[in-house]
T-cell receptor, first 111, second 112 residues
Framework: GENVEQHPSTLSVQEGDSAVIKCTYS??????FPWYKQELGKGPQLIID?????GEKKDQRIAVTLNKTAKHFSLHITETQPEDSAVYFC??????????FGTGTRLTVIP | DTAVSQTPKYLVTQMGNDKSIKCEQN?????MYWYKQDSKKFLKIMFS???????INETVPNRFSPKSPDKAHLNLHINSLELGDSAVYFC???????????FGPGTRLTVL
């Protein structure tokens, strides 16, 4: 099955700085890569996703890049704000319905 | 307005009891899921239903039995609860199999 690794497990940045979270996957059949944000006491919320026919996607301060050859994808958050503090999960889907999640990154934005 | 809802939000019970968690989605989606999130925040799929039919059943003890009375509901019944069942359980749905998944708020189960 698919194996998704995520780094780092914790990340602290100063407000206004950028944050980058990286994930790798093992199954070359994976074709859909969503990112979720989980705030304390809440369920994961989709913040951005990318499909394998695209190399980069941006939505305001959030961007995701995908390198299919190297089997890795990254989340970039620019101009971080305290409300960006949360646990972030990457995931990969082979199209067979299963979403395989990374182990999560706890992001802390220091005011 | 809640897209995916779960009840109860918190569930505290004794070992050996039987309990149920309910999930409902009002998005008109065909596919629903149950995930377990352990104390280290690791999210793992347990079950998936498409149009009320089971399509994924990961390695989960048969004490866990999902039931989908209709496309909008996927309930999780757990028999003979064990200490290791303590976790947060999330329901999710997607429009189609393999589509974007939307999660509920979670049910924190504590087994004493």
């Amino acid at each position: 099955g698919e194996n998704v690794e995520q780094h780092p497990s914790t990340l602290s940045v100063q407000e206004g700085d950028s944050a980058v979270i990286k994930c790798t996957y093992s199954d070359s059949a994976s074709n859909y890569f969503p990112w979720y944000k989980q705030e304390l006491g809440k369920g994961p919320q989709l913040i951005i996703d990318i499909r394998s026919n695209v190399g980069e996607k941006k939505d305001q301060r959030i961007a995701v890049t995908l390198n299919k050859t190297a089997k890795h994808f990254s989340l970039h958050i620019t101009e971080t704000q305290p409300e960006d503090s949360a646990v972030y999960f990457c995931a990969a889907n082979t199209g067979a319905n299963n979403l395989f999640f990374g182990t999560g990154t706890r992001l802390t934005v220091i005011p | 307005d809640t897209a995916v809802s779960q009840t109860p939000k918190y569930l505290v019970t004794q070992m050996g009891n039987d309990k149920s968690i309910k999930c409902e989605q009002n998005l008109g989606h065909d596919t629903m899921y149950w995930y377990k999130q352990d104390s280290k925040k690791f999210l793992k799929i347990m079950f998936s239903y498409n149009n009320k039919e089971l399509i994924i059943n990961e390695t989960v003890p048969n004490r866990f039995s999902p039931k989908s009375p209709d496309k909008a509901h996927l309930n999780l019944h757990i028999n003979s609860l064990e200490l290791g069942d303590s976790a947060v359980y999330f329901c999710a749905s997607s429009q189609v199999v393999g589509g974007t998944q939307y999660f509920g708020p979670g049910t924190r189960l504590t087994v004493l």
